[in-house]
Each structure stands twice: as C-alpha cells, then as structure tokens.
C-alpha cells in the first residue's frame, strides 16, 4: 500500500515541478524573442526572480523522493541516464548564474553571451526533461542483469524527441501566459499575440503525441484496464482546449488552464507507467517497480509521516511568496535605482 501511495506522491512532486518550473523555462526560452531591448529583458527576468529558486525545490523533492523511496531505481537512473541528466543539471546551473550575472556589467557583448546563457538553460533542460519521460514511457533497453544496453543516442529516438518537443511547446504556451499576466504596455501586448499561435502549435504537437503514444508504447493498457482513469487525460485535452478559449476573456484563467494541462498531461504518463518506475522495453519481466525497488516499511512510514508535517510548511511558503509578489513588473520596477532588481 505504501508503495502505491508513495508512487503517486512520486508523480505528484513531477506534476508540480513542471508546473511552476514550466513557465520559467518558457519565459526564458522567449527571453530573446519579446525582449526588444535591456529594459524588456530585465523585466521578463524580473518576473521570474522572486520564484524561480523556489520552484526548483520541487525538483530537489522529486529526486529526493526518488533515492528516500525507490533507493535502486534511483541509482540505476542516475546511471543509464546519466548524460541527459548532467546536461539538464549544468543548464539549470547555467541559467541561475546567467539571471545573477547579467547585471554585473553594462558591456553588450556580457550580456548577450548571459541573454544566450537564459536560453539555452531553458530550452536544454525542457527538452531533455522530455526525451527522459519520453523514454521512460516507451520503455529502456533493460536486459536480465539490470544492464541498460542503449546510449545517449539511442534516446534520441523519434519518440522521444516528440515527447520533447511537446515538453517544449507547453512550457513555451505556459511562460507567454506568464509574461501576459507579469507585465504591461508593448512587451505585454507582444506576449499575448504570441500565445494564440504557440496554443496551436501545442495542440497539434499534442495530438501527435497521443496518436504516437497509443502506438509505440503500453501506457494507454491501464486505461483500457481501469476506465476510470480515462478521466486524467480527457481532462487534459479540456484544459487544453480551454485555455485557448479563455485566453480571450483572461490571461489569469488561460494560466490556470495551463497549469491544470501540465499536471493532468504529467498524470496521464505517471498512471499510464503504474507500476512501473523504469519499464523494459526488452521484457517487461526486467522492469523496475514500484514494488521490487521501494525501501522497507519502516521507511516509508517515517518519509510519509515528514511529508504530512511538512509539505503544507513548503506550499504555505511558496503561497505567500507568490501573493507579495502578484503584481506585474514595470520599466520604473527595473530602471529606479533605489529599487534592487536583476
């Protein structure tokens, strides 16, 4: 029982992850896009400095999930898929030291190779987090001896790299909605044009992904299994096809729209793997589960009882962080120099 509830919490702390670190990766992917000028691209990273860092905790909970409650599928993760790993790490390392850095000098040329920085440690890790699920929902190369038998190229495979664009596609709609809601005047106007034809692109990108997704891996087989389920993805295409309705009547709404699409999109792959942490592709036989990997008892019990008295600690925080700062950045907000700002 423990298991499946800790699997669930598994899938939960990705869903949130993704959810609050998406529209950072899409407002620094656009980054170079809305930004006309210095002023338009410090206030897109003025709307990402107050959360950011705390949106990557989730990230921190999910892997420290991961070793806590599934010791050896961490351990076999983090070494099958160690160089997409270390790439997402270093362009999450990248794109934090790009945000604190970019200021630190009025020279153009530091701050284009800091403005590349932002970009490429969005789009890297939002691309890799996808062709990583990708895989893992098609299934690895795992062979009797727990020996993974593919390579980073091997990853690299159509499925995987739709799963990545997809990846892509939703955070770059989730971070236009964030900039429509976080700024104002032209650079606000440029975001909201923007978000119409990334939706379409998503759509699009998203019905491929299903058709793709029914034929080349087995996580439609629980639905099929427990049609109760069938509500997790039916809600996902709703929200999705709602935001591109409620976008017209209200930034705010098509975000929480979109928000509501990344966790239900995130649950669809997490039911549709259940019970299975890293699937083989060679024979289900050599998958690692959630039951044949997880620590004892005892462990769970004491990691489920921190998380009762815990978590709330985290999401009240992270609430709060967010109501000081729900107003939108202006051009006074980044060029007053009494004002600290990035």
Not at 271 to 282: A, D, Q, Y
Request: net charge negative.
């Amino acid at each position: 029982m423990l298991e499946t509830i800790w699997f669930a919490l598994w899938g939960l702390l990705w869903a949130v992850y993704f959810m609050l670190d998406g529209f950072d990766f899409g407002a620094g992917m656009l980054h170079p896009v809305l930004g006309k000028d210095d002023t338009d691209k410090r206030i897109i990273i003025n709307t990402l400095g107050p959360v950011w860092d705390g949106n990557e905790v989730w990230l921190i909970t999910a892997g420290g999930a991961t070793f806590a409650a599934f010791p050896t599928t961490y351990a076999y993760m983090f070494s099958w898929l160690y160089t997409p790993l270390l790439l997402i790490l270093f362009g999450l390392i990248i794109r934090g030291v790009a945000f604190e850095f970019r200021g630190k000098a009025e020279s153009e040329t530091w701050k284009k190779v800091w403005d590349t920085c932002i970009f490429l440690g969005s789009f890297v890790p939002a691309l890799l987090f996808g062709v990583a699920f990708g895989n893992i929902f098609e299934g690895l190369l795992i062979d009797a001896n727990n020996v993974y038998r593919g390579n980073l190229f091997s990853l690299l495979n159509p499925y995987g790299l739709l799963t990545g664009v997809l990846f892509v596609a939703l955070f770059l709609t989730h971070g236009a909605l964030w900039l429509s809601m976080k700024t104002e005047g032209d650079l606000q106007v440029r975001a909201k044009a923007l978000v119409p034809k990334l939706w379409i692109a998503t759509v699009v990108i998203a019905v491929l992904f299903l058709v793709m997704t029914y034929f080349v891996t087995p996580l439609f087989n629980n639905f099929f299994d427990m049609p109760a389920f069938l509500l997790v993805p039916v809600i996902a295409v709703a929200a999705l096809l709602a935001l591109g309705i409620l976008f017209k009547k209200s930034s705010f709404l098509a975000f929480i729209a979109s928000c509501l699409t990344i966790v239900m999109v995130t649950f669809t792959g997490v039911i549709g793997l259940f019970p299975n942490l890293l699937p083989s592709k060679i024979d289900p036989a050599y998958s690692l589960t959630a039951f044949n990997t997880s620590s004892s008892e005892y462990t769970l019990t004491i990691m489920t009882v921190v998380v009762v008295l815990f978590v709330p600690v985290v999401i009240a925080y992270q609430v709060w962080t967010y109501y000081v700062f729900r107003h939108s950045v202006r051009p006074e907000d980044v060029t007053d120099p009494d004002v600290e700002a990035y």
